[in-house]
């Protein structure tokens, strides 16, 4: 394949730069210092990204690699709370009406009694 292929969507570093294509990924692991070019996470990412150039590997696969990477040892953000919504008014979304007197359902349209 080809060391200009583009991410998908381009990485940002902590220090501001940009990382758009393979190669601008490839030149900043080969600027790392040699103990954090040693960890782990560094590794795994130039094999990756060695595996998309070479086309034997996904390129999302290079960039989940780099991301990981680049943020390791930083806290993973804490996920937004979602509000639960109670279940009559998921019915209601679909038509059900919710009655006061009673906790069963019935269709909201009216029909004549048979």
């Known amino acids: 394949m080809s060391w200009s ?17 393979l190669r601008n990924a490839g030149e900043y692991i ?13 590794q795994i990412a130039a094999e ?8 034997k590997g996904p390129l999302m696969f290079a960039e989940i690699a780099m991301r990981k990477a680049a943020n390791a040892g930083k806290p993973a953000p804490e996920p ?6 109670r279940r009559w008014q998921a019915c209601a979304k679909r038509g059900a009406v919710r009655h006061t007197n009673s906790l069963e359902l019935r269709p909201a ?6």
């Open 80 to 85: 937004t709370p979602r509000r639960r919504r």
């Open 5 to 21: 292929r583009a991410f998908h969507i381009p990485i940002s570093l902590p220090d501001g730069r940009v990382l758009r294509i």
């Open 109 to 114: 349209a009216s029909a004549a009694p048979t």
């Open 30 to 42: 080969q600027e790392l210092p040699r103990a954090i070019h040693q960890r782990p996470e560094w």
């Open 48 to 55: 990756m990204l060695l595996e998309a150039v070479e086309g």
